[in-house]
DNA sequence: GTAACTGCAAAATATTTGCATCCTT
DNA sequence: AAGGATGCAAATATTTTGCAGTTAC
């Protein structure tokens, strides 16, 4: 278990407090973010412009990768193995509870190749399922 | 090839100046739009609040749906066959071409069923492509 | 004629930026 | 000590809402 300082060292990132109490958010919890949902859960004032950029930093650092959505917020989440901001290993299924409105991150699950039509390359691949989680099923 | 006003009825929408011009841009254009993509083909003045309600009755009424997207932008295309708000078929492949910066429907590319964990039911997935396009290959 | 839709204005929300100060290395 | 990060404030951008006037059916 990384603690959130080693994380941000093994980076090359300075620890700061504003780091570490948000990396801490996304170890403890172990599902995709938004930035609403990170400034809901901390105690302590920081800045939202810090959040902002903070955010950015992980991401561009690999710490964390983007979920995308549709409806105007962008989820973020833990990276498990190591991404740099050209090529992020998270090509894992995504799953939205629809019930709960919780996106986590299905590791286990890899993203299907599928073919693609001539003269398309694809870079990478973002699988988004939507229906209700093992707690939310009924 | 349905005309936007065919279209509007047929979905029991009444056909009016905005709705006609901004489906017809989606007709015209095959390819996924944001709502500042629409305010900047449009050359008549649509009122920005009116193009939102627009896009948020053509998405309840099944005749586009929303493609996700990491970048806080929401983007909207044109349904190929019948959609409603609680059922929409529009899992297909999305193709995100990172050069030009343009997002098409796969619509032939269907998704490929995933094993998800016991307790998660799926109801619907949607599976984004990044890379390059047949144009810009290089 | 009536219900629904639009445009305008204002409000609410979300995001970015400059800059002075503070903190990490 | 120096560079980078933060906090604050202001600027920008985005989205929503109320309401009066207009339009489609």
Redesign the interface.
């Known amino acids: 278990m990384m603690t959130a300082a080693v994380i941000l060292k093994n980076k090359s990132l300075s620890v700061t407090i504003p780091r570490k109490i948000i990396l801490e958010i996304f170890i403890k919890e172990s599902r995709a973010l938004s930035h609403a949902s990170i400034e809901n859960s901390i105690s302590t004032i920081i800045d939202r412009a810090t959040i902002y950029r903070t955010l950015q930093t992980f991401l561009e650092s690999g710490i964390i990768h983007?979920?995308?959505?549709?409806?105007?917020?962008?989820l973020y989440a833990l990276c498990q193995e190591e991404c740099s901001i050209d090529h992020h290993h998270d090509e894992h299924?995504h799953?939205v509870c629809?019930a709960c409105d919780t996106t986590i991150c299905?590791e286990?699950?890899i993203?299907?190749k599928?073919?693609?039509?001539?003269?398309?390359?694809?870079?990478?691949?973002?699988?988004?399922?939507?229906?209700?989680?093992?707690?939310c099923?009924n």
Request: charged share 20%; hydrophobic share 45%; net charge positive.
């Open positions: 983007q979920i995308p959505t549709t409806n105007n917020v962008v299924v799953f629809t299905m286990k699950i993203v299907p599928v073919k693609l039509p001539r003269g398309f390359k694809m870079k990478n691949a973002a699988l988004i399922i939507k229906g209700t989680c093992d707690i099923k």
